[in-house]
């Protein structure tokens, strides 16, 4: 069975630029939870998809939002990028109910300049 | 607020010897937990997990204990490789009593296996 698969691997964004990133899940998960991490503050939740709805949300601010689309796959999406969003971005996916580990996919390491 | 913690940001032991990490936790709305590895520009792996109903849970080299009067887990790998070496993370969830899937996790513990 394929893993977790992130597109783009690495990305270079200028301040103020808008970036989307792509996540496809484990063939039958149906949940997608993205994850950031940096040097200073760890692995911070971002927000989880279940059958295409919101199903959590972590604290970030409104310039990070994400969907999903029928067959499972998400995007997340980051306006007006700042510095400070220079990141691992991980997508992870899980069957979707609780009590079952999330697999994570390589990440896309988001440069911003 | 750091509702997970690992407070050895580093561990070195001997090839064969055992390797302890600990986590531990101030929500008591956390029942379910997990440790999973990290290698350089690579994704979390996932190792072994443990829900509260359990104290010990054990799946080859890999074994966590958990105390949730002292909401303190432990990680014993048994015995080190030198393959191990890499950074280690605590995870946890509150599981059915919180919607989704949201894992809390630790800031982590960077093991080095020496031959």
């Known amino acids: 069975k394929a893993g977790v698969t992130q597109t783009p691997r690495y990305l270079i964004k200028t301040r103020g630029q808008q970036v989307t990133l792509s996540c496809s899940p484990i063939s039958g998960h149906r949940s997608v939870s993205w994850y950031q991490q940096t040097p200073g503050q760890g692995l911070q939740f971002l927000f989880e998809y279940f059958s295409e709805t919101q199903r959590n949300k972590g604290n970030f601010p409104g310039r990070f939002s994400g969907r999903q689309f029928s067959n499972s796959r998400s995007e997340m999406n980051v306006s007006t990028l700042e510095l400070g969003d220079s990141a691992l971005y991980l997508c992870a996916s899980s069957l979707g109910t609780a009590y079952l580990e999330q697999y994570f996919g390589p990440g896309t390491r988001l440069t911003v300049t | 607020d750091q509702q997970v913690k690992q407070n050895s940001p580093s561990l070195s032991v001997q090839e064969g010897r055992i390797s302890i990490l600990n986590c531990d936790y101030t929500n008591s709305m956390f029942d379910y937990f997990l440790w999973y590895k990290k290698y350089p520009a690579e994704g979390p792996t996932f190792l072994i997990s443990i829900s509260s109903i359990k104290d010990k849970n054990e799946d080859g080299r890999f074994t966590v204990f958990l105390n949730k009067s002292a909401k303190h887990l432990s990680l014993h790998i048994v015995p080190s490789q030198p393959g191990d070496s890499a950074v280690y993370f605590c995870?946890?969830?509150?599981?059915?009593?919180?919607?989704?899937?949201?894992?809390?996790f630790g800031g982590g513990t960077r093991v080095l296996v020496k031959p």
């Open positions: 995870a946890a969830s509150a599981g059915e009593k919180a919607a989704g899937n949201k894992l809390t």
